[in-house]
Every structure is written in C-alpha cells, then in structure tokens.
C-alpha cells in the first residue's frame, strides 16, 4: 500500500512538472527566443551566480538583443544595447513604465514606497516626490548652497588626514548622506555622531547583499537560515531608524510651515486622511523616505569612489582637471553649479565616470503594463523587462573602444563637451530616476570641491591599481583602495 502510494505521489510529482514545462514552452511562443528552462529551476543553472550580467550577455551573442530566460519559475525579457533599450523605454514609455519586484527587497518594501510601487500609488507618490524635491531646491540654489556646505565640511575633514592613506568609503557615504538627510530630516548629522555612522553602514551592508540565489528561488530560501537574511536585517534597522525620525518630527509637525520631506508627507497625509483612495499612508511614508536614503547616499558615493580611483590610475586625467579648475574656479572661491558649462573636460569626465564605472548594470526590473508587441514579438502583460544598462554603456556600435576609459569620447574637436545618446546612468523613460538633477549637482560639486584642495595619489603604482568591479550583478562597486591626499 505504501509503494502504491508513493508511486502515485512521484507520477502526481511528474505530471506537474511536465505540465509546468509544457505551459512554459506554450506561453513562448511569441516571446523573444531563448534557451529552454527546466521546470521550477528556470535557466538558473546556465547563469553564473557571481557574476549573472556576463552570463546574460553570452546569450545574447546566440539569441540577440532581445531574448527570454527564466530566472526560477520568473519568466524575463532581457533588453541588450542601446537602441532596444531606447525602443523599449522611451519609444514605449507608457508600456514599459511597470515596475517589477526584487524579492531581497520586495520582502522589506512590500511594493510601498516611491521606488517600488505601481499604479495609481506609484503615479501618486512620484508626483509628489519630484514636486517636494523641487520645492526644496532640487534645481535651485538653496540646495546649491547645502550641497556646498557639505563639501567643505568633507574637504575639513579629508585634512585630518594629514596626508596618510585611508580608505574614502565612508568619508564619502556620510557627506553624500548627509544632503539627503537635509532634505528629508531638515539637519545635517555630525559625521562622529554614533546614529549616523551606524546608518552610512547599513545602507552600505545592504547595497551589497543582494543574492542572486534569493531572487530566483525566495520561497524556498526564505524558509533557510542563512546569510541571505542579512540584507533585510539592515533593511529593518534602517526602517526603525526613519520611523523613530518621523515620530519625533510628528510631535513639532507644523502643517503651515513644513520644513522637510517628512514635514510635506505629514501634512499630505492630513490633508487627505478622509479620502479613501489616498496612497499617503505611514507605510509609504517610511518606505519613500528608506528608498531616497538608499537611492541618494550609496549610488552617488559608490560614483565619487570610483571617480577617485579612475583618477589614481589615470593621472594625467587629474592634472587636466587641476588645469581646467585653476582656469575658471580658481583656488577662492568655492566651485558653482555654473561653472559646469565652462568646463567641458571636468564635464566630460565625470560622464565618462558614470558611464565607465556603470554602477547599476542591470537597472530595476520593469514590467509590461499591457500586452506589448515589441520587435515583432508579443510580451504578454505583467512580463518582467530587465533593460541591460551595462550593455548601452559598452555597446561597440554606439562607443568606440568601450572598455577604455576615455573623457575625449564626450568632447568635440574643438574641445566643447558632446552629448552621447548612450549614456542612460539614471536609465531613462517614465522609470527614470527620479533625483537625476541632485545627483548630477551633487557628483560635479563634491568631484570639483575635493579637487581644487587636494591633488590625490596612490600609496601604490597606478599600473598595480585595478579598475575591474568588486561585485558584478545588480550594483558595482569599486575595490576597495587607500587614498593619498596632498594640498594643492
């Protein structure tokens, strides 16, 4: 009876999966080609795990620009190089405009949050995100000045150095972090403050705890002990330390005067708080906030630090900047947003950094919001889309020599800085990033600042200096390396 049974359950096993093979073989049949899955496992076993966007690229030498693969039982349309990506996001913006759920954070966001959402929440929260942005001075020269007070405090403190290597990491995440904080808190911290430190550390934990693993099988992973919960453990700190923020901001909340990003949600939230199809809630409140953190302090330092360390290896890039500042800055006066404009080299490579170090490879998974002929394929509604960011930045038909690094790619011949249509470093269409104007400031006003104080130098050679990424799947971050400062 028992060898009945257990041959019953096995034949019971084996129809399912066949079945699930068969539906998925079924649901291609107008999806782009790619390689066959296996029930539940997906394409998971032909990608490398350390390093998935190398594997994603091969199969597009054998499937094309435009193919399909399963990452577990997730079924993905995978966008490569610049004109498919284009195609997809600008030529087809509203299509393309979903927004599909990484399960390491999907678990700690809950689809909440500006970052995350879709719909009605999604169109709500990013409205108001990019008007409160812009009433604070994102554009205008209020946060100018705050991005400029920053930088000097970061230039006092890089001096303690007092010439010695250190190690930038953190230097940099706290003076980034903090322009964040002044526009959601309304204060700068003190870089020794305990809190503060311990936050610039969580948020660089958790830039670096993505598993590939989780996201293709989190159902099962979920339920397993292991170091792919560390991710949401700082996830959770970092929630307790903005909700604590915001019930202190709450007890001197006035609705007239807000002075914050937290003060402007507060006071949306009691002006819609008898509407029942609000999406100004609590929940989004922490979430949009954690997303702006995040979003704002990791991106643009992990920039900066590979800016630095471009610059260590290539030095005589550093002495054109130097050149370039003392010509229009001079060594006074502290550097503007418009000096940008009359500076095309420092322009230029500052692009080429963005666009060298690609940061973000594979972008935030998108979604359909309706089913979508694409390229003579039809992607069914609710399909993921991962737009290859990594693939525009190096694409051979669009840079010449990709893989060097290069500022004269965005210089003219007469030496004026040149657009390139392949640079989408905030990707592009109705997901783009939504603080791409801060950020541009931030990056050319901290870059120009620490310049025209320091020369910087390697303890080391620059030939024994290594460019290639420390983690090579959803984010990139530079190895870690010590930095020489001499006052210029």
């Known amino acids: 009876m ?153 230039v006092e403190e890089l001096w303690k150095t007092q010439g010695a290597p250190f190690d930038p990491i953190f230097n940099l995440s706290q003076a980034i972090s903090n322009i964040i904080c002044s526009i959601v808190f309304g204060n700068r911290f003190d870089y020794e403050d305990e809190k503060f430190i311990t936050l610039n550390k969580l948020i660089f934990t958790r830039f670096r705890t993505l598993i590939p693993l989780y996201n293709a099988f989190p159902g099962i992973l979920e339920k397993i002990p292991g170091p792919h919960h560390v991710g949401s453990k700082c996830s959770q700190e970092i929630i307790s330390f903005i909700s604590e923020r915001i019930k202190l901001q709450q007890a001197t909340l006035d609705l007239n005067a807000p002075q914050n990003f937290i003060d402007c949600f507060l006071a949306k939230m009691e002006q819609e708080k008898q509407n029942p199809s609000t999406e100004f809630s609590m929940e989004n409140l922490v979430m949009s906030t954690f997303n702006l953190f995040f979003a704002g302090t990791e991106t643009v330092s992990t920039t900066l630090r590979y800016g630095f360390l471009i610059l260590l290896k290539h030095p005589q890039v550093q002495e054109k900047i130097h050149q370039e500042i003392d010509a229009v800055i001079g060594r006074e006066r502290a550097p503007t947003v418009e000096d940008r404009g009359r500076m095309p080299y420092t322009d230029a490579t500052l692009h080429e950094i963005q666009r060298f170090s690609d940061i973000l490879p594979m972008s935030l998974p998108h979604t359909v919001t309706r089913d979508t002929r694409f390229r003579g394929y039809l992607i069914p509604e609710g399909t993921y889309v991962y737009p290859l960011l990594s693939t525009v930045h190096f694409d051979l038909e669009e840079h010449k020599t990709p893989e060097a690094f290069a500022p004269e790619r965005f210089l003219s011949e007469n030496g004026c800085f040149k657009k390139q249509n392949a640079f989408l470093p905030f990707s592009a269409g109705k997901r783009a990033c939504l603080g791409e104007g801060l950020a541009r400031m931030e990056l050319f006003l901290f870059f120009t600042t620490v310049l025209q104080r320091f020369a910087l130098r390697s303890p080391v050679a620059p030939e024994q200096l290594s460019l290639a990424p420390d983690v090579s799947n959803f984010g990139k971050v530079p190895q870690r390396y010590q930095l020489c400062l001499r006052q210029r």
Not at 78 to 100: H, I, M, N, P, T
Not at 139 to 147: D, L
Request: glycine share 8%; charged share 25%; aromatic share 8%.
């Open 2 to 154: 028992e060898l009945v049974s257990a041959s019953l359950l096995l034949l019971c096993l084996c129809c399912i999966l066949l079945a699930s093979a068969w539906k998925s073989r079924d649901q291609r049949g107008q999806l782009p080609p790619g390689p066959a899955p296996l029930p539940l496992l997906g394409n998971f076993l032909q990608l490398d795990r350390t390093n998935v966007i190398h594997s994603l690229e091969k199969l597009r030498e054998k499937y094309g620009p435009v193919f399909t693969v399963h990452l577990g039982s997730r079924r993905v349309v995978v966008l490569c190089g610049y004109q498919a990506v284009k195609e997809a996001l600008v030529d087809q913006a509203e299509e393309f405009s979903g927004r599909g759920q990484i399960p390491a954070f999907s678990k700690d966001f809950n689809e909440h949050g500006v970052v995350f959402a879709n719909g009605e929440r999604w169109r709500q929260l990013r409205r108001f995100s990019l008007t409160t942005l812009r009433n604070f001075g994102m554009g205008k020269r209020s946060i100018e000045e705050r991005i400029q007070e920053e930088a000097q405090c970061l």
